[in-house]
């Protein structure tokens, strides 16, 4: 992956042999030096090893002037090439042969789960151009903004329960006695270990019965997991990353078919430990979650699933949720059956400051309260201020009364900072009132997911599944079928978030 610009002066030569003869190792060093690009690496802590240019003191890939002409690759757009190179790098990208065969696979279906909100402005939105919009705000539409910020989430606030539960089956992986091979966090296992256990405590896992051997079947009374409709055959992680949570979930319940999602490959995965485990049938999924058509994974067919997902980043929350949705819709109308395939959703948020308008799954509710695309994407890009604060206290749950707040949307204030503009304002906020508007501003975004799950039949929760100072993306949003999915609400449902496939 190609380093961001950073043309650092390079390090201080090393000093010149003075020793008789001249030409020592110290002199042939400085010509290999100079023969060099002079960008820095600060990751490697070297210069980059390749040729300069001739007249230039830097690489094709670090000139600044070619940077300037380099374009995202069309493929793949996490790396760039440079314009006058485009064609015939599309016709030998190395991505190419990757897309192509996702492309033909029976589970890939193009923007299945983005949803469209029908408004031209929806076009996805970067943090750096949010940002921005809300510097070329005046003083007094930026502080009319905190107000309405303020009033909207004081008439929909509802307390959020502290829920850091740790079952007893998950104890052997906080007491660390595990493989060592397996690279090991206690943060990382404290969280996996409380999403665990607050999907138990809601009802959607069943404990087992002999801990020492989950899949042992004569300790839960059943020949076949897969044939007991009431338990969990099989175990979705969107988002996974390295798998982790899912390594404990399967690891500590004896589910025994696990499907990873994620667009992006990594080392030090869970997957090696999991497929050795031969009770354990592992597929990875290497796609985007918005392309994901869950119901045909061959695999999948048939089985209850759970879906989870720790720290999904950016709009994957919303996008995950419709992809469970849609299979339920695909599902119910095929079978004409009112039993959900789906036996619950377990999903920790995260990074609501790159979150999209036409994925979220409850426009409709933001613009009830008066809320516009630009103020939601305004909101978005607040949220980032609660993960900067000192969290050693539960920011989330101090009172706008508690923090200035109230008194930087007040006239005397904004009559003080008239000569100011909203960068000298945001930058001479402090740091707790930041980080509570950033709070507030995740609050509204994620009840309006759950009152979205809610109006979907499902019985849904909102909870803090471990405290700030362990992880202050902190909101674990839990739902499962109340006995039954109702088609008719599912169909008119799914029709106003426009989730329905084509």
Known sequence: MRHLLTHAPPPDPPPTSTSAGGGGPVEEEEVTTKKRCQYWLPNKRRLCANTPLPFSRFCGNHETTAEARRIPCPIDPSHSVSGENLKSHVKRCPFKKQAQVLESQPYYSKGINSGSSGDGKADAVG???????????????????????????????????????????????????????????????????????????????????????????????????????????????????????????????????????????????????????????????????????????????????????????????????????????????????????????????????????????????LLSLGITVEEFHAMTWFTSWAVDADHSSELSDVSPQETNLSTICSEDKQSNLEDSDVEQIIRGMPVLDRAHLGFICKEIIDIGRLLSLRDQGMDAQLVKYVPSNISPENHLLLAKSRFEFPTVIMESSLAALNLKSS
């Open 127 to 365: 943090s750096a151009a949010k940002r921005n919009a809300i510097f070329r705000m005046s003083v007094q539409d930026f502080h009319g903004l905190l107000g309405k910020i303020k009033l909207i989430h004081s008439s929909i606030s509802m307390v959020l329960p502290h829920s850091y539960l740790v079952p007893d089956a998950c104890s052997k992986w906080l007491n660390q006695r595990l493989d060592r091979k397996l690279p090991y966090q206690e943060k990382h296992a404290m969280q996996q270990a409380s999403i665990i256990g607050n999907i138990e405590a809601f009802g959607m896992l069943q404990k087992p019965k002999d801990l020492t051997n989950p899949f042992c079947q004569e300790c839960d009374g059943s020949d076949d997991v897969d044939g007991d409709e009431n338990r969990v055959s099989a175990v979705v992680e969107f988002g996974a990353g390295r798998g982790y949570l899912t390594h404990m979930l399967t690891d500590c319940y004896g589910i025994k078919k696990a499907f990873l999602v994620e667009r992006k490959s990594y080392k030090l995965k869970a997957d090696r430990s999991l497929r050795q485990n031969q009770r354990i049938s592992l597929e990875r999924l290497r796609i985007d979650i918005a392309d994901l058509n869950l119901d045909e994974v061959h695999f999948l067919k048939g089985l209850g699933h759970l879906a989870i997902g720790k720290h999904l980043c950016g709009p994957a929350t919303d996008l995950t949720i419709r992809c469970c949705l849609n299979r339920e819709y695909n599902q119910s109308k095929e079978t004409h059956s009112t039993s959900s395939h789906l036996k619950g959703i377990a999903l920790a948020t995260c990074c609501h400051h790159l979150c999209q308008w036409k994925h979220y799954t409850n426009t409709k509710f």
